[in-house]
């Protein structure tokens, strides 16, 4: 066990006791992040507490407020090709009174919660309702989504997903879950039993953020992966110089050897583009590409880059 300890000076009266406790508890908070495991309450600390607590006590009404979560998806693109092969599921979260929040802010600390599970329920299905409206148009596509390692601990994650399937009447092949290289490493049997599931029910698997946790690359053979995502910060660093570069060429070359496709994440520039094909990439996602997308909008994207040829038909928002 390690301890941890926060503290804090204040006057006798000056202050109530549920104010002390809820700074005592900041304090606690951040002494959990620091190497002496010893805080001191700081106002300025504290005011981020107070918006995370905000952002976790909101989020279950969010959940069931037509108004709050959307999704929005981003294309990701045959290198040689042009054509648009999948779309990355993004959840956007627009509250009353806060506002727009970001999904670096809110995602961080609703997985860090009791509502992790939750999260994910609303993605997929959400999800799922739009590829169903998108399939009844005669668009095909495929939707990459997000998991984290909470997901893979759930009992119950494949009965939920397999209803949520039927229901919705969308193929399993046209769902591909993206986890990190922490969340896949986890070596438990209800993890690994989980993910060849998954895999043998023809859901595509990816490793995202490639290169930036800690996995054993004897251990990478071994997982029933079909993609690699190479994290956006390796692709920005191309432009500092050749050895930049060949870390990217080298990552794209052992991942193809280890029988997996490579999709690189963050492409801005028409040079990484090209410089990324050169490479034998895969697949190109970023901004230079699209912006990520409505649903209308992608049906637009999809017309005005000529990659959509079937009768068009008012599309479902999710």
């Known amino acids: 066990m390690t301890p941890s300890i926060g503290s804090m000076v204040f006057e006798a009266g000056e202050c109530t006791a549920e104010e002390i ?12 992040a620091h190497p002496s495991k010893i805080a001191f309450f700081s106002p300025s600390f504290d005011v981020q507490h107070q918006r995370n607590f905000m952002i976790q006590r909101e989020f279950p009404y969010a959940l069931t407020d037509d108004n709050q979560l959307s999704l929005v998806f981003q294309p990701r693109v045959d290198a040689e090709s042009g054509i648009c092969k999948s779309m990355e599921v993004l959840l956007r979260w627009s509250h009353p ?15 860090a919660s009791a509502y992790a599970r939750e999260l994910t329920m609303w993605v997929v299905k959400a999800a799922l309702t739009q590829l169903a409206a998108w399939n009844a148009t005669g668009l095909r596509l495929n939707l990459s989504i997000n998991l984290s390692a909470i997901n893979l601990q759930e009992d119950d994650f494949w009965d939920r997903l397999g209803a949520d399937l039927a229901r919705s009447g969308v193929d399993s092949d046209q769902i591909e879950f993206e986890l990190t290289e922490t969340a896949m490493m986890i070596e438990t049997e209800r993890s690994q039993d989980l993910l060849s599931t998954l895999s043998a029910a023809g859901i595509r698997l990816s490793i995202d953020d490639f290169g930036t946790g800690y996995s054993s690359l004897s251990y990478l053979q071994k997982l029933p992966v079909n993609t690699v995502k190479i994290d956006r910060s390796f692709i920005n660093d191309m432009s500092n110089g050749n050895r930049e570069r060949v870390l990217v060429q080298s990552m794209i070359t052992l991942c193809h050897s280890l029988g997996y496709e490579v999709v690189a994440e963050g492409v801005e520039t028409q040079e990484a ?11 190109l996602q970023g901004y230079w590409l699209s912006k990520p997308l409505c649903a209308k909008g992608v049906v637009e994207w999809l017309s005005e880059q000529n990659l959509y040829r079937f009768r068009y038909r008012e599309p479902v928002c999710a």
């Open 21 to 32: 406790l809820r700074s005592l508890q900041s304090a606690v908070q951040d002494a959990r």
């Open 273 to 283: 583009a090209e410089l990324l094909t050169a490479m034998g990439c895969d697949e």
């Open 97 to 111: 009174d806060l506002g727009p929040i970001s999904p670096a802010e809110f995602i961080p600390v609703i997985e």
